[in-house]
């Protein structure tokens, strides 16, 4: 599983395939990464700036349609 953190600025290049991060000092990894660890920030508010559908009331109860999974668990790699 993969994950990121940041967004953290580009400091400088220094190979081809490798970048330098600005890092604060309380993230304990070494500032030279390679390319491929790297990716794009993405603004994530985007996605919530949009409206929310209303709910489905059943018995009482509000319900809502889910419309994408965004992260799932696997244990003991099955599904």
Do not use: W
């Not at 985007?46 to 809502?64: G, M």
């Amino acid at each position: 599983m993969e994950y990121f953190v940041g967004p953290y600025q580009v400091k400088g290049i220094i190979l081809t395939n490798a970048i330098e991060l600005d890092l604060p000092s309380t993230v304990k990894i070494h500032p030279v990464v390679n390319v491929s660890r790297v990716c794009r920030y993405k603004d994530q508010v985007e996605d919530q700036k949009k409206e929310q559908p209303a709910p489905v009331i059943i018995k009482r109860k509000e319900e809502y349609e889910v419309e994408k999974i965004l992260n799932k668990k696997r244990f003991r790699e099955k599904d």
